[in-house]
């Protein structure tokens, strides 16, 4: 079954600092992954997605994503953080019979030190 | 453009009463999910509807769970009746193609179901 980790729960970083949320996915194909925010108060937003080609995919935000498929891991990065980042972030594998559905990791939540 | 609306955003109620969570999507989008996160957990699809059609609801918990999507435009997901185990954030996403090949999937900001 599929299956998506991400071991940090919670991050702190100071504001200017970068960032880098792990994830790990298990995933028997060419797996479709996904990059969630969930600021307070609102629903999840979409940041970035890779389906195919270039590993290294750019999101909105300033955020860029790398797939890896020999260490299964698709990790979020950014090279400097601001105060509005903080938030929590989830990392989702496109699952299902047909891909109809995402299967989700946990959450990182991000904390940003001014 | 209104984006996908739930509610209520937070309801409270005692084991063993029932309570009806409604989800509005995107006008135009075919493609509703629920979802649910228990406990800061991992957050777990419920189901998927193709306008009014159940799709695949594979990930219902059991019996107690409902859902509706009569003529293909809100959905309502009713527990009945509810457990403590229920307690948690759902969530109502819908895309206009299937969310996984569309990459996108929009969310509604969740209702929040705390059962005493």
């Known amino acids: 079954a599929q299956s998506v980790t991400q071991p940090d729960i919670h991050i702190t970083v100071s504001e200017g600092a970068s960032l880098e949320l792990r994830c790990n996915y298990s995933?028997?194909?060419?797996?479709?992954l996904f990059w969630y925010v969930q600021s307070p108060g609102q629903g999840l937003q979409l940041l970035l997605k890779?389906?195919?080609?270039?590993?290294l995919v750019q999101g909105i935000k300033g955020f860029e994503a790398e797939f890896k498929r020999s260490q299964s891991s698709f990790n979020l990065r950014k090279p400097s953080v601001h105060w509005s980042d903080a938030a929590e972030y989830f990392c989702?594998?496109?699952?299902?019979?047909?891909?109809?559905?995402?299967?989700f990791g946990p959450g990182t939540r991000l904390s940003v030190l001014p | 453009e209104a984006g996908v609306t739930q509610f209520p955003s937070h309801s409270v109620i005692e084991k063993g009463q029932t309570v009806t969570l409604r989800c509005d999507p995107i006008?135009?989008?075919?493609?509703l999910y629920w979802y649910r996160r228990v406990m800061g957990k991992e957050i777990k699809f419920l189901l998927h509807?193709?306008?009014?059609?159940?799709?695949?609801e594979s990930g219902m918990p059991n019996n107690r769970f409902l859902a509706e999507r009569t003529g293909g435009t809100y959905s309502t997901l009713k527990v009945q009746p509810a457990e403590l185990e229920d307690s948690g954030v759902y969530f109502c996403?819908?895309?206009?193609?299937?969310?996984?090949?569309?990459?996108?999937?929009?969310f509604g900001e969740g209702s929040r179901l705390t059962v005493l």
């Open positions: 996403a819908s895309s206009q193609g299937l969310a996984v090949l569309t990459g996108e999937l929009f």
């Open positions: 995933y028997g194909a060419t797996p479709y």
């Open positions: 890779y389906f195919s080609g270039d590993t």
């Open positions: 989702a594998v496109g699952a299902g019979n047909y891909g109809q559905n995402f299967v």
């Open positions: 006008s135009g989008h075919d493609n």
């Open positions: 509807f193709v306008k009014e059609s159940k799709q695949d």
